[in-house]
């Protein structure tokens, strides 16, 4: 173990301890500690569903069931939490033997997400699936449904895994979007129009934090960036002059019932979230509203079971514009575990099992910093945990880590969020919090 900075009289254990039997004198053991067997006594939760009271055109699955993940990484990972804190048992489908959701659900199937037979090991396991990211391939999803619940639903997740599709839900949604063309050959590349550049030319697919994007000013710029992303369909959108970054998360019920988490203010660095705040402090309520209402007709077109988050610009004269959909939980949403009295995971659990959907409120102002491979140290250099218990001794810090052995540049370890009573306490917390981190302040 290593030794941290802690209180006069106990040393602090950092991450990567094994907790044992302890006592009142025992020392912290951080997050990141091997847990071992249970007690014997510790009921074991067998799977396979119990209906109760639902409503009407779905049986509610009770607690006592166990619900399917495909996806084993710090998303389903904190499903697994929510949905066991609920009462339900939990497999996860991961081709990784380390997955992060692996580690703590009940079952792991470890399998590639097309395998046959590890699909049918999931539905046997299951109750009602779900799915972590975007890119588990949708054809999976179809399959598992021919045998369990699956939300959301295979042709929506399709929708979120092809930029074009999505622009054109947006369009069918009335929900405004950057200009775009569509680029899948040589002579649609031909002719785009001028009015597009400059512009950012993403892949159609597979794409994410990112990844999959190039800036391009003139029409050769196009040209090389499409070359150099190995010329798949790509989608070419013009820049836009953008002031601000939000997001917004909803859950929608089988029924249609409908909920979302508060408006998220976000900034990225490197095509990747940096820093959240919730409330959004640099954006007008009506501009607000407006994303909440086009976030939510977007779920209802696609006839949407779960949780969905879309992303907005907000440009510089206040008008907004979709970016992409998120067919799950979202890393903007993530301050909702400690700043909500429902998060977005416990709506994941809710829409599944087909549970009310009671509207999440909001108990505390927050700021959220995402947690990179780059504070454990860069390449070449040995690898350095971040000194936990200097951020601990901060007033309303939430530390979340997600048992990833390995930190590389930009790998999401984990997130802190900072909650206080009020959004400056929360982002003057957060500020001294990102200074011991030494991430840089917004």
Not at 137 to 161: F, M
């Amino acid at each position: 173990m290593t030794p941290g900075q802690g209180s006069p009289t106990t040393p602090f254990i950092a991450p990567g301890a094994t907790l044992g039997q302890g006592s009142a004198t025992t020392p912290f053991i951080a997050p990141g500690a091997t847990l071992g067997q249970g007690s014997p006594t510790t009921p074991f939760i067998a799977p396979g569903a119990t209906l109760g009271q639902g409503s009407p055109t779905t049986p509610f699955i009770a607690p006592g069931a166990t619900l399917g993940v495909m996806g084993g990484g710090q998303l389903a990972r904190m499903f697994v939490h929510a949905a066991q804190q609920m009462g339900y048992a939990t497999a996860v489908l991961d081709p990784d033997p380390a997955s992060p959701a692996g580690w703590v659900a009940h079952h792991h199937v470890q399998a590639d997400y097309l395998d046959p037979q590890g699909l049918a090991r999931l539905a046997e396991l299951s109750a009602a699936v779900t799915t972590e990211f975007e890119n588990v391939p949708a054809s999976a999803l179809a399959r598992l449904a021919e045998r369990r619940p699956v939300a959301p639903a295979a042709a929506a997740v399709a929708v979120c895994q092809d930029r074009a599709a999505e622009k054109a839900q947006f369009l069918r949604s009335g929900v405004a979007c950057a200009p775009h063309a569509v680029i899948e050959s040589g002579a649609q590349l031909a002719a785009v129009g001028d009015d597009l550049l400059p512009g950012i030319l993403k892949t159609a697919r597979l794409g994410y934090d990112g990844k999959g994007q190039r800036r391009v000013s003139t029409r050769a710029d196009l040209a090389g960036a499409w070359a150099a992303l190995g010329r798949v369909a790509c989608v070419l959108e013009q820049l836009l002059p953008l002031a601000r970054e939000i997001s917004v998360i909803v859950a929608r019920g089988v029924g249609g019932d409908i909920v979302n988490l508060p408006v998220q203010q976000n900034l990225h660095r490197d095509g990747v979230l940096a820093v959240t705040q919730v409330p959004a402090p640099d954006v007008a309520a009506d501009v607000q509203r407006r994303a909440i209402a086009a976030a939510r007709q977007v779920a209802a077109d696609l006839g949407y079971v779960g949780v969905l988050c879309v992303e907005f610009f907000v440009q510089r004269d206040g008008s907004l514009v979709a970016n992409e959909i998120a067919p799950r939980p979202h890393n903007s949403g993530h301050h909702s575990i400690d700043s909500c009295d429902a998060s977005q995971f416990d709506l994941q659990v809710r829409a599944l099992t087909g549970a009310p959907l009671a509207p999440p409120r909001q108990h505390s102002a927050c700021v959220m910093l995402n947690l990179l491979g780059d504070l454990w140290g860069g390449p070449g250099e040995p690898a350095r945990a971040p000194d936990w218990a200097a951020l601990l001794a901060l007033p309303g810090v939430h530390l979340h880590l997600y048992g990833k052995a390995q930190a590389r540049p930009g790998r999401k370890m984990g997130h802190l969020t900072v909650t206080a009573a009020s959004a400056g306490q929360a982002d003057a917390v957060a500020r001294q919090a990102a200074e011991r981190l030494g991430i840089e302040a917004w």
